[in-house]
């Protein structure tokens, strides 16, 4: 631990092991490399974004600065703070939820992100979609609008299947890692029942469910107030779940 505080630099996107160059120092050994060029190397910076918040800062312009993770683009809240809103089209639920019995998981937060559509899938669209969804990696705040964009632009038949097949499959864009799991993970009646918080733990199966959410052990630490559950519920089969671990 010692030598990872003083010599490691660590982030979500990358993790960097630099000496300190100190000839005297007890922890790591002495540079190898020409001391003038050595110490001309900084450690790798985080994304700052521009005045407006639309696009970030040129690599050469941060280098050598000090950043935080604070402008993370997976840890930035959209809602109605940033009048961000979903490009679904519709409010996700349940029922839409059971129509795909799909849902695709955030390689950086490990949470289950719910798919929906305003119509049942068939058995075709189900088995392209499910397709598509374990050929890709998948980040909160993402869409698949860019592939309705590319649709008819290329010669290959099963991506404009997949171009046409996401015109009504949609995912709520507006979610990012911070938020916790979807209630319409829950209501559509489809999925074990992992902590709404983390997402990520199972809930005992020789657990009662109560009136609120399952919250693990480690989340439920400093929670007062559970979620409640809703009572209306959805059935839609036993679909599996699909995604990138």
Not at 9 to 35: A, L, V
Not at 77 to 97: E, R
Not at 210 to 217: D, I, L, N, T
Request: charged share 30%.
């Amino acid at each position: 631990m010692e030598f990872f505080n003083h010599c490691c630099h660590s982030r979500h996107y990358f993790f960097e092991i630099r000496k300190c160059g100190i000839e005297t120092c007890n922890i790591c050994k002495p540079i190898r490399s020409d001391p003038e060029t050595f110490f001309k190397l900084h450690n790798l910076p985080d994304p700052i974004p521009i005045i407006n918040q639309e696009h970030y800062k040129q690599f050469e312009d941060v280098y050598g600065t000090e950043t935080t993770e604070d402008f993370r683009p997976s840890l930035q809240k959209k809602g109605v703070d940033n009048k961000v809103t979903n490009d679904m089209g519709f409010s996700p639920n349940g029922q839409y939820a059971a129509n795909t019995g799909t849902v695709i998981q955030c390689c950086e937060c490990s949470k289950w992100r719910v798919l929906y559509c305003k119509r049942k899938l068939n058995t075709n669209e189900n088995s392209l979609l499910n397709r598509f969804l374990d050929s890709i990696e998948y980040t909160c705040g993402d869409s698949f609008n860019h592939l309705i964009a590319d649709g008819g632009n290329s010669n290959d038949v099963e991506s404009d299947d997949v171009s046409d097949l996401f015109k009504h499959v949609k995912v709520n864009n507006k979610l990012n890692c911070n938020n916790s799991m979807e209630v319409s993970y829950y209501s559509c009646n489809l999925y074990e029942d992992l902590c709404f918080l983390c997402g990520i733990n199972e809930r005992e199966e020789t657990e009662s469910q109560e009136e609120c959410y399952y919250y693990c052990s480690e989340c439920s630490v400093g929670i007062k107030d559970k979620k409640k559950r809703k009572k209306k519920s959805f059935s839609g089969g036993s679909q599996s779940k699909r995604g990138r671990l």
